[in-house]
């Protein structure tokens, strides 16, 4: 006999020669290959059919394996707000410090702002309880940077440091278009799909690593235009698709190893579709009329929503 551990109660069955005798009771808890004579207890596959384990990735629920205070999951989800808030703001204050101090070039500051908040917040998001109570407090740490960015760009709060780092020109009322949109994009992502979603994922990580990228290599390497945009390169269209894509990939595995979402060559192949949507329209030139920080967001959203 041998034994399989499985949520849910243990179940035993026999070797693979005796398996076909006991297939009228097993089949309807067992999906079993179709030919019997092919089974072999190395090659074997069998999926668990029990009515108390979730059959989608939608329906998986948060493990609370990361949670700071497991009995007290208000608290938990306080402390976690507490340290995800920290976590971000420590980026923000590294690269106002190089902005500050001219360690990097402020373009290329600004990407490395760009592209490191969003993704280092989303590490957090396993340390929050389950359901709508881990979303919302998460969410406030994102939430409170688009007061801050509402604040200094409209210039009633005084933020040298911050302009530098998030700016193109040094004018603090940029910060009501670009910044703004970004930290709002991240806030919607959190607050409403949260980590059962590949919505949330694909968002953030065409958003951030995505177009982050793009305008990286775009810049250093994209002699190559694009026909109907002279402003955007081939280079950086193909870096914003690649970076997005692995990036989501990258995601995928972190939040299925909490057991938030399910694996498959389906969520692959959309989040596929999605970063090759978002890379076309962020080389229109609508992208730089609005903001391809609004564009790219509102594109992975609608583009995840008919392939997820």
Known sequence: MKMIAAPGPTVFFPPAK?????????????????????????????????PHLPTSRRSLTSSPSAMILRHNPLLSDVCASIL??????????????????????????????HISIGLAFMLCWPMFSSGLQGAILASLTPGVNIIRMLLVGSGMWKDEATVKSMSRYGDHRELLKGPLYYATAITLACAVYWRTSPNAIAAICNLCAG?????????????????????????????????????SIGYMYYF???????????????????????????SLPISTQLDDNLTVTLTSLLVGSLVF
């Open 18 to 50: 005796s398996i076909c005798i006991f297939s009228p009771i097993i089949s309807p808890l067992f999906k079993l290959p179709s030919s019997s004579s092919s089974l072999s207890p190395c090659t074997l596959s069998i999926r668990f059919r029990s």
């Open 84 to 113: 995800s808030a920290g976590i971000a703001f420590s980026f923000l204050r590294l690269w106002e410090e190089t902005a500050k101090r001219k360690l990097v070039d402020q373009y290329l500051n600004r990407k490395l702002v």
């Open 211 to 247: 177009d982050g990228m793009a305008d990286v290599v775009g810049r250093r390497l994209g002699r190559l235009k694009l026909p109907y945009n002279q402003n955007k390169s081939i280079a950086g269209s193909i870096a914003m698709a690649s970076a997005g894509f692995l990036a």
């Open 256 to 282: 299925a190893s909490f057991g938030y979402l399910q694996c498959s060559w389906e969520l692959v192949f959309g989040f596929l579709v999605v970063s090759l949507a978002s890379a076309v329209v962020e």
